[in-house]
């Protein structure tokens, strides 16, 4: 049975920096893209970044910049490093899983987990 649980959210102040952490297990990690997305509330869940099995990262441009992918599969996790965190940023972050990158957005592996709260105030 395929399980993603995410961790690490927080409320934390405009400009601050949180790491958010998913723990996959279930799957054969290393062959597979993770992705992270987020939700706000009354919009679409979005892909704001993803890994492929390689190392090759994909940024959604809104933060580009501010958030570092990464995994490790010797743990079974991906990790998100959030910097210069804005209110927009403000949203339920989830991860899942893909054979590959550009399946990210259209055939992911897992159902989605509870997800992880992010609140930054300005």
Request: net charge positive; hydrophobic share 35%; charged share 15%.
């Amino acid at each position: 049975q395929v399980q993603l649980v995410e961790s690490g959210g927080g409320l934390v102040q405009a400009g601050g920096s949180l790491r958010l952490s998913c723990a996959a297990s279930g799957i054969t990690f290393s062959s597979k893209a993770m992705g992270w997305y987020r939700q706000a509330p009354g919009k679409q869940r979005e892909l704001v970044a993803a890994i492929s099995s390689g190392g090759t990262t994909f940024y959604a441009d809104s933060v580009k910049g501010r958030f570092t992918i990464s995994r490790d599969n010797a743990k079974n996790e991906v990790y998100l490093q959030m910097n210069s965190l804005k209110p927009e940023d403000t949203a339920r972050y989830y991860c899942n899983a893909a054979t590959a990158m550009d399946r990210l957005n259209t055939r992911t592996v897992a159902s989605w987990g509870q997800g992880t709260q992010v609140t930054v105030s300005s």
